[in-house]
């Protein structure tokens, strides 16, 4: 129980993060000068793409957890 409030945690804080790096308009090849997440410290600004990783992670996890389940 824990881990999944974990998990839903991190997937919130990846969105968020996802949000801040303007991550949307730069995949629909928006051209972009400068995001919020780009006035964080570096260690913010890394901890930024962290978030983003992880929600991608996450996204990755439960596509292949639905993806057993229809197979079986």
Same mark, same amino acid.
Request: aromatic fraction near 12%.
């Given at each position: 129980m824990?881990?999944?409030?974990?998990?839903?945690?991190?997937?919130a804080?990846?969105i968020y993060? $996802? /949000?801040?790096?303007? +991550?949307? @308009? /730069?995949?629909?090849?928006? /051209?972009?000068?400068?995001t919020p997440?780009l006035?964080?410290s570096?260690a913010?600004?890394a +901890?930024?793409?962290?978030g983003?990783?992880?929600?991608? $992670? @996450?996204?990755g996890?439960?596509?292949?957890?639905?993806?057993?389940?229809?197979?079986?």
């Amino acid at each position: 129980m824990l881990l999944l409030g974990l998990g839903g945690l991190f997937g919130a804080a990846g969105i968020y993060a $996802a /949000h801040q790096d303007r +991550l949307v @308009e /730069h995949l629909q090849g928006a /051209h972009l000068f400068m995001t919020p997440a780009l006035s964080y410290s570096g260690a913010g600004y890394a +901890l930024t793409q962290v978030g983003i990783l992880i929600v991608f $992670a @996450e996204i990755g996890w439960l596509l292949s957890l639905w993806k057993g389940v229809r197979l079986k």
